[in-house]
DNA sequence: GTTGTACTGGACCAATCGGTCCAATGCCTT
DNA sequence: AAGGCATTGGACCGATTGGTCCAGTACAAC
C-alpha cells in the first residue's frame, strides 16, 4: 500500500505540522482553521505544503489518523458474542479503563478528540468525520442489542433514542473532561471516569418494576 | 428606552429576516452564516440591511431577543425558595410540560436554542451567547441546589458535570422527538415525554447507598 | 413647487480564504 | 562539471467576506 506523501517530511516537522494543525482545527473547526496561519507558523511555504498534501481536507484526514491509530486497535477488541450477562459490565468497565488508558499516553488523541466533537455537530463538515462516526454507532448498536438479548439493558425506550442520548451523555462528559484535562491529576481522571461510568450503567439497567 | 432602528422595518420583511437569519446563523454557526447570503435570500441591499442594523454581530442578537421573549417569561415563574420535597419533582414536571408547550407554539425558539448549541463550544463566538447561557446555566444550578439541600437530588458529582450532562441529555431527547414529531400518536408522544422525564429522575436521584 | 428626510441600488473597498504556478534553489548521481 | 530530481519562495489567482459610500428615488410637510 502507498504511503502517504507526508511520510517523507522530516519527522520533526511532520510532528510539529500535526500538532498545530490538530490545534487549529480543534479550535476554530475545519472551514475556519486557517491554512495559512498553520503553515506560517511553523514557517512552512505554500508550496511546500501542498507538495505534501492535495488540499486543506487531506491535512485534516491525515491529522485524525495519526492521531487516532492506536486508539483504533485498543478497543475494538471486545468479543460481542463472547458477552454473557455475567461479563458484560465488567468487560465494558475494563474497555472503558484501557480507553482511558490510550487517552493518557497520546495526548495528540485530546486535540483530536476536541476536533471531532467540533466538527460533529456542523452540517458543513461532519461530512468529513461521518464515517467514523457511523462506525462507531453501528458498534454501539450491536453492544446494546447484546445488552437487550442478555437481559441486562433496558427496552423501554427506542433504540434509536437510546443510542442518542448515550451519546449525547458521552459526548458531554467527555467535553467537560476534555475541557479541564489539564487541571486533574491521573487519579483524579480515574476516579471521574468511573463515577460518570456508573451513569451509564445507571441509564442502560432495566427498572426493576419491568421486565 | 429606545427601540431599535430595525423595527421600523415593515413587519413581514422583518419577521421573514430573523427567520432567514435565524436559520442561517443555526446551520452555520456565527462567522460562518453569511451576511451576504441572507440578505440576498429575502431580496434586500447591503444598504438597507445597514440602514436597519449597525453590523452583523447586531443583527444575530435581535434575532436571538425576538425569539426569545416569549419563553423569558412563561417558565421562569418557578418559585424556587416554595419548592419543598414533596413538590419538587411534580412543580419540574408541570414546567417541563409548559416548557415543552411554549417550544411547541414557537417554533423559532428551536432554531435559536440550535445556534446557542451550535455557539457555546467555539471559543471565537461563544462570547456572544454566554450572558444568555449563564442566566439559563445559572437558574439550572438553583434548581439543583435547592433540590440537593432536600435531599432529592445526588451530591457526588460536580456540580458543572451535572449541568452539561443534564442540558445534554434535554437537547439530544428534544431533537429526537422533533425529528419523529409526525409518526407519532398523541398518546405515544405523552408516553415518550413521560419516559424521558423518568430519565431525568433517575439521573437525579440519589444512590441508594450514598447519603 | 420646494425642501427635508427616509430609504435603496449598486459600485467599491481591504482583507482573507484555499489553491496554482514557475523559476530558482539545494543535493545526489553519474 | 553536468544532468536530474526533490524541494522551496513567493507572486499571483478568483472567490467571498463584512462593511462603506454616495448618488439617487420616494414621499410627506410646508
Redesign the interface.
Known sequence: MPQHPSQKLDANKRQRLFQVSGAEFA???F??ASLNRIISEIGMSKSSFYHYFTNKTDLFLQTIDQAMGPVLESHVTIDIDALTAENLWPSLLQMAGELMETFNSTPDLIVVTRMF??CM????ECELVAPYMQNFTGWLAQIIQRGQALGKFRT??PE??LI??L???G???D??MLARWDDFSLVERMN?SR??F??FV??LTP?AGNT
Chains 1, 2 share one sequence.
Open positions: 479550535a476554530h473547526g472551514k475556519l466533537y467540533r455537530d456542523a452540517p458543513d423501554d425506550l434509536s433514542l442518542d442520548i451519546l449525547a451523555m459526548m458531554s462528559i467535553r467537560w471521574i463515577d460518570t456508573d451513569l445507571q441509564l427498572k
